[in-house]
């Protein structure tokens, strides 16, 4: 596996339900991203996490739960989801150190419907 | 001011035309200025960025123009493909520690043959 694997790909759930979203990165990178992308929006950053510590929360509802175990994995465990919830959750990886290009490297996306 | 404004929602081209899509910011901490591209399924790939110490960038196809005082900057595809077609997205970043990256809204792009 090369770059940034998400699964599952594609995910239905109720409101009720509990699931969670899997990121792995294969880059060597420190720091990883959760962004959800909406139709017609601006890609919205939710959490990041630098050397496996949270530096940013950008004022995320509760109910989306993230975990980033070591520099490779992050979760975002979801819970009592609401539809407007449904969007493509991306996940990313950056390198940190050094100079800063500004790049980010995406997974291909979990599509997360809740109905 | 941490918006990024991007013009226009969708644009179509001819195969061989010129695409420019648009963005404006307006806080002058960002410093820098990337470009993604988007194909549907897949995640954004950075396609090419600029410093803003720099008025203009190019590789190939495709260019950056970068006007400082107007805080505002363009990306253009020559010669725009079929397999250009895809949504394109500007940003701004604030270096320091992490890349914090505030995106503009999009532009879908569709080339015809």
């Known amino acids: 596996e090369t770059g940034v694997t998400q699964t599952p790909r594609h995910l239905v759930m109720g409101m009720t339900n509990k699931k969670s979203l899997k990121c792995e990165q294969h880059l060597g990178h420190n720091a990883m991203y959760w962004y959800k992308q909406s139709a017609k929006k601006p890609l919205e950053l939710m959490f990041v996490?630098?050397?496996?510590?949270?530096?940013e929360n950008n004022s995320v509802p509760s109910r989306f739960s993230p975990e980033c175990p070591n520099s490779s994995h992050l979760f975002l465990h979801l819970h009592t989801l609401q539809p407007e919830d449904s969007a493509l959750y991306l996940c990313?990886?950056?390198?940190?150190?050094?100079?800063?290009?500004?790049?980010?490297?995406f997974g291909e996306g979990s599509r997360l419907t809740v109905l | 001011q941490q918006q990024v404004k991007q013009s226009p929602q969708s644009l179509i081209v001819q195969k061989g035309g010129i695409s420019i899509i648009n963005c404006a910011y307006e806080?002058?901490?960002?410093?820098?200025f990337p470009w993604y591209q988007q194909f549907p399924g897949k995640g954004p790939a950075l396609l090419i960025a600029i410093r803003p110490d720099v008025s203009e960038k190019k590789e190939g196809r495709f260019t950056i123009s970068f006007n400082k005082s107007a805080k505002q900057f363009s990306l253009h595809i020559m010669d725009s493909q079929p397999g250009d077609s895809a949504t394109y997205f500007c940003a701004a970043v604030i270096s320091g520690g992490y890349n914090k990256l505030i995106f503009g809204a999009g532009t879908r792009l569709a080339v015809h043959p």
């Open positions: 806080n002058t901490a960002f410093d820098y």
């Open positions: 996490y630098n050397f496996k510590e949270q530096t």
């Open positions: 990313a990886s950056s390198q940190t150190s050094g100079s800063n290009t500004g790049e980010l490297f």
